[in-house]
């Protein structure tokens, strides 16, 4: 495989998992801070922008899936798929905890 396909392997961990914090909190009627919030990332937005931007995550993350061509006849793009996960998924843990002090 060639590296663009291992970095839109990396990128759609990265997406889907961004996905998931923002689409539970939207469908759970709660504010959440997102990219369109003011500050963005820091203040808190609609629960309906943050369905919003969690559907475009998925759309997105699913292309670059497609594109990174993530599969078990491929482990190594599982791994860096589940890295991108990982990353997302710790500096989101590490960000969000600060918007209840705020």
Do not use: D, R
């Not at 495989?1 to 970095?7: A, S």
């Not at 860096?80 to 989101?92: D, E, Q």
């Amino acid at each position: 495989m060639t590296l663009y396909l291992y970095i839109a392997s990396l990128f759609a961990g990265i997406f889907l998992a961004n996905a998931v914090p923002h689409f539970v909190q939207g469908v759970s009627g709660n504010k959440f801070p997102s990219p369109f919030a003011k500050p963005p990332g820091k203040g808190l937005s609609s629960p309906t922008i943050n369905v919003a931007w969690a559907l475009f995550n998925i759309l997105i993350g699913y292309v670059l899936f497609q594109l990174g061509q993530v599969n078990s006849a491929n482990p190594l793009s599982l791994v860096v798929f589940f890295i991108g996960v990982a990353a997302i998924s710790i500096i989101s843990s590490i960000n969000f905890q600060k918007k209840e002090k705020e």
